[in-house]
Antibody
Framework: QVQLQESGPRLVEPSETLSLTCAVS?????????WGWVRQPPGKGLEWIAS???????YHNPSLKSRVTISIDTSKNQFSLRLASVTATDSAVFYC????????????WGQGALVTVSS | QSVLTQPPSVSGAPGQRVTISCSGS?????????VHWYQQIPGTAPKLLIY???NRPSGIPDRFSGSKSGTSASLAITGLQAEDEAIYYC????????????FGGGTKLTVL
């Protein structure tokens, strides 16, 4: 059974870059799935950020694209997110998830990482 | 504003049946993309509840069912139980966004 675990700093200063990594276990990251990030501001709904395939092809939420970098490391079976120039409104729980490759569901989720943007 | 529209809240008594709607458009649900549903208990990660419109992952009770018609979809919960109190999200893809992931705003289910 696949498991995903987010890691990274939980406190980021305004204007800095938020960085998170999702470690995947129980499944190779080179299988036929996309791997993505979803965020949820406190008390609000889910917002998809970006997804990546093991060949490096990636898709981004247009509203965040200019600030987002998603990458994948097949040797470490993990993928990462960088969100640049953060402000307080970027504070959220960030989830990593596995996504079926053919417009399918997000069938496995990490437990989430609460990241706060504050000085 | 979410691309998919859900009612903010629904409620029902134990044992009753409730439905949660998810309204989209011709560029997402109506563009033949499947609809998926997630259950989120506050403080925990979302959990896949229904995939591809009307399929349950292993371990999901058959009290939960989904349907899709045209540009809308629905989640039905029968035999409501206290443990069903959660927030429910629908999700699909949108062709106008190059087939990218879109979510509904979420519906808070209260079991009276």
């Amino acid at each position: 059974q696949v498991q995903l675990q987010e890691s990274g700093p939980r406190l980021v200063e305004p204007s800095e870059t938020l960085s998170l990594t999702c470690a995947v276990s129980g499944s190779s990251i080179t299988t036929r799935f996309y791997w993505g990030w979803v965020r949820q501001p406190p008390g609000k709904g889910l917002e998809w950020i970006a997804s990546i395939y093991h060949d490096g092809s990636a898709y981004h939420n247009p509203s965040l694209k200019s600030r987002v970098t998603i990458s994948i490391d097949t040797s470490k079976n993990q993928f990462s997110l960088r969100l640049a120039s953060v402000t307080a409104t970027d504070s959220a729980v960030f989830y990593c998830a596995r996504i079926g490759w053919n417009y399918e569901a997000l069938d496995s989720w990490g437990q989430g990482a609460l990241v706060t943007v504050s000085s | 504003q979410s691309v998919l529209t859900q009612p903010p809240s629904v409620s029902g008594a134990p044992g009753q049946r409730v439905t949660i709607s998810c309204s989209g458009s011709r560029s997402n649900i109506g563009a033949t993309y499947d609809v998926h549903w997630y259950q989120q208990i506050p403080g925990t990660a979302p959990k896949l509840l229904i995939y591809a419109n009307n399929n349950r992952p292993s371990g999901i009770p058959d009290r939960f069912s989904g349907s899709k018609s045209g540009t809308s979809a629905s989640l039905a919960i029968t035999g409501l139980q206290a443990e069903d109190e959660a927030i429910y999200y629908c999700q699909s893809y949108d062709i106008s966004l190059s087939g990218l992931v879109v979510f509904g705003g979420g519906t808070k289910l209260t079991v009276l």
